[in-house]
């Protein structure tokens, strides 16, 4: 499978990453990374050019990583640093170093052979170290092409049937999509699915959760498409009339990085501006968000990659398009039209 390779993907939380060696795979290539005494991070292709050992299985001596089967040693730069056979370097005796980012809270890894250029990633997810926010994070592993993933966030119109939790119980599924006011923004780099309910009921975690007692408040879930497969939610509600900044403001990020052809990694965030202090909120959120994404949004991607036999491009099935998928292909069409302009390069 061809990916956008001159760009940033999310790689890790940063609490996921210590000392000790950490091995994920992204774009099918295994990497490996850690944290040197002075914190900084590293990435490198986790593979021994000797005989193929995972470096993740082995250690660090002196801000070098040991391989676990003939100790030869690697530095931050993927030179081989150390033989403990003879005091000759291979000159072959080298692996692959990644770019990597620290910022928003996470780790950002660059894929491509261009110089890495920090000016890529998006702005949007400045509200992941602002104070204004609370955020609760997680990870899952989906059993789907990364795209199918981002196919699901563009297109909310599954939340009734696949979300129960976010049920309105004074509106019908059917009633629920009629009062949704819709509008896509296609850009050059962005693709954005506005979705409002003006003067209707809120949904179930607006009440329960933030305390709301309207019955009737202004909602919106904004799903903005980043490249190559970057989302930054903007969701929220407030009282009927009133400014949006004033309301209930739950901005999120759900960065989706490819593993393999047929397997996702996907990290989300989401923030709130209410409750800020408040432990339980955060356990409750988190477990709103879990159930949504580990238990009803993974298994359909994971099912729905099943029936779709040896392919992971739903393209190329020839699917029945709705209204509601203008979205996901504005997506699909400006990231093809990213990864051939790079590739003809």
């Known amino acids: ?4 390779r001159n760009c940033w993907y999310a790689a890790a939380w940063s609490n996921e990453v210590s000392e000790e060696p950490f091995a994920r795979q992204y774009l099918g290539e295994h990497v490996v990374l850690y944290r040197t005494a002075d914190g900084k991070v590293h990435g490198l292709e986790d593979r021994c050019p000797h005989r ?16 676990p089967y003939h100790g030869l040693r690697f530095g931050t730069d993927g030179a081989c ?14 692996v692959k170093a990644y770019p990597l980012l620290e ?5 950002w890894i660059w894929m491509g052979d261009e110089p890495a250029d920090e000016s890529q990633l998006p702005e949007d997810f400045g509200f992941l170290e602002s104070e204004k926010f609370t955020t609760v994070t997680g990870y899952l592993h989906v059993n789907g092409n990364y795209q199918l993933v981002v ?7 599954h939340a009734p049937y696949l979300h129960p939790a976010f049920a309105i119980p004074e509106m ?7 009062r949704t006011t819709t509008e896509l923004v296609r850009e050059e780099r962005r693709v954005i699915a506005k979705r409002w309910r003006l003067s209707c009921p809120p949904n179930g975690p607006t009440r329960t959760l933030f305390g709301f007692k309207d019955k009737l408040m202004d909602s919106r879930s904004h799903m903005h498409w980043l490249p190559p497969s970057l989302i930054y939610f903007d969701a929220g509600a407030a009282r009927v009339g009133e400014e949006e900044e004033k309301g209930l403001c739950l901005p999120a990020i759900h960065a989706i990085t490819p593993e393999t052809e047929r397997t996702s990694h996907y990290f989300f965030g989401q923030g709130r501006n209410m409750l800020l202090e408040e432990a339980e909120a955060d356990e409750t959120l988190l477990g709103i968000l879990r159930n949504a994404f580990h238990n009803e949004d993974e298994p359909m991607i994971a099912a729905q990659q099943s029936r779709m036999g040896d392919t992971t491009e739903i393209m190329d ?3 029945v398009l709705l209204k509601s998928d203008g979205a ?3 997506a699909r069409r400006i990231l093809s039209g990213m990864i051939e302009a790079e590739q003809a390069n």
């Open 328 to 330: 996901p292909i504005a």
């Open 151 to 157: 196919d699901n966030l563009l297109d909310l119109t």
């Open 1 to 4: 499978m061809t990916y956008l």
């Open 103 to 107: 910022r928003y809270g996470m780790i």
């Open 317 to 319: 099935l020839d699917p």
């Open 172 to 178: 019908t599924t059917e009633e629920r999509l009629k």
């Open 52 to 67: 193929f050992a995972p470096l993740s299985m082995g250690c660090l001596v002196e801000d070098q990583i040991q391989c």
């Open 81 to 94: 640093s150390y033989n403990p056979h003879y005091k000759a370097l291979p000159s072959a005796a080298k």
